[in-house]
């Protein structure tokens, strides 16, 4: 029986060594992670949400009864050309929808692994533990990225359809051209993409947390929620300012003439002092556990 049992062993003790391991080694990277993110539910979800907005928006407004608006906002000018329908739906979904996409898309990639047993699979090859939290990190910052892009083009394609091409309108009375407005718009696009990024490294740190994913994106929407609630509260004062998103709304600033550049600068240097924060205490925590799972 001892020598029957030898041969046995021998495939077991060798299969870290094993070549199809060393392929999965060599082809774990960006490439083969994407292809996985891409076949899960969650950014199949997030980007047909991203996708679907703008014709729900457009069927909102023209079923709805638009006497008797005023102009003191975006929303109220949304209907006034393609510019406005793309300025007013991205500010929209900024506030809410987009925080819950890249929440679902940031928060589910290790997670996500871990409660399926693919992630002690991947340190058993072994993967370099720091390695294979950038290629997720990328990865899902990418398709992040991918779904707001989606919305932006989205967005101004059917506002052109739905509203036509006309000349930005600010709730002061000014116009933009369209040219004018369309570069006005990819700065927005690129501000609301960097506050993005702390939505981003809070859900990656706690998806590096726990191993229900569920977890991580619920307690990174709460964790935003909450602070949207305090930065209502005037008492706080200058302690507002300290609010990871307080500066959230600040692409605002860009349809302003003149552009008010120091609150933009203010709100750039928040998300990287805080995004860093958050991803540096991700890698000490996933560098130092003990993956069992």
């Given at each position: 029986?001892?020598e029957?049992a030898a ?13 199809v ?5 060599a082809?774990?990277g960006v ?14 979800l997030?980007?047909?949400?991203c ?8 069927a909102a407004?023209h079923?709805?009864?638009r006497?008797?608006?005023g102009?003191?906002s ?18 929209a979904?900024a506030s809410?929808l987009?925080t819950v996409v ?5 928060g ?10 693919t992630l002690?699979y991947?340190l058993?090859?072994p993967v370099?533990?720091?390695?294979l939290?950038?290629?997720?990190l990328t990865v ?20 052109t ?6 000349p ?9 051209a ?20 702390v939505v ?5 740190l ?5 191993d229900?994913?569920?977890a ?12 949207a609630?305090l ?5 706080l ?8 998103l307080h ?15 120091e609150?933009?600068a203010?709100?750039g240097?928040?998300?990287l ?10 890698w ?5 556990a003990?993956?069992?799972?």
């Open positions: 029986m001892t029957e041969p046995r062993q021998v495939p077991a003790q060798a299969s870290i060594a094993d070549p391991d060393r392929r999965v080694v082809g774990f490439r083969l992670e994407l292809r996985r993110q891409l076949s899960r539910w969650p950014t199949r997030a980007w047909g949400l996708l679907a907005l703008p014709f729900v928006l457009v407004f079923l709805g009864d006497r008797g608006v102009e003191a975006f929303a109220d000018l949304a209907t006034a050309g393609a510019a406005n329908f793309t300025v007013f739906t991205v500010g979904a809410f987009l890249v929440a679902l898309l940031a589910d990639t290790v997670a996500s692994d871990a409660s399926h047993g002690r991947l058993a090859v370099p533990r720091g390695r939290l950038a290629v997720k899902s910052v990418l398709t992040a990225m991918v779904a707001l892009l989606g919305l932006v083009v989205t967005t101004y394609v059917v506002g359809l739905a509203f036509g091409w006309r930005l309108r600010t709730p002061r009375g000014d116009e933009m369209a040219g004018e407005a369309l570069g006005r718009i990819v700065a927005m696009t690129a501000y609301v993409a960097l506050t993005l990024l981003a490294a809070l859900a990656f706690l998806s590096v947390s726990t229900a994913p569920l991580a994106v619920g307690g990174t929407v709460m964790v935003v929620v909450v602070g609630i930065d209502q509260v005037t008492e004062g200058p302690i507002r300012a300290l609010l990871p500066y959230a709304d600040a692409w605002w600033g860009l349809f302003t003439d003149p552009i008010r550049l609150e933009l203010k709100g240097v928040s998300t002092v805080y995004s860093v924060a958050f991803l540096v205490v991700a000490w925590r996933f560098l130092r003990d993956i069992v799972t």
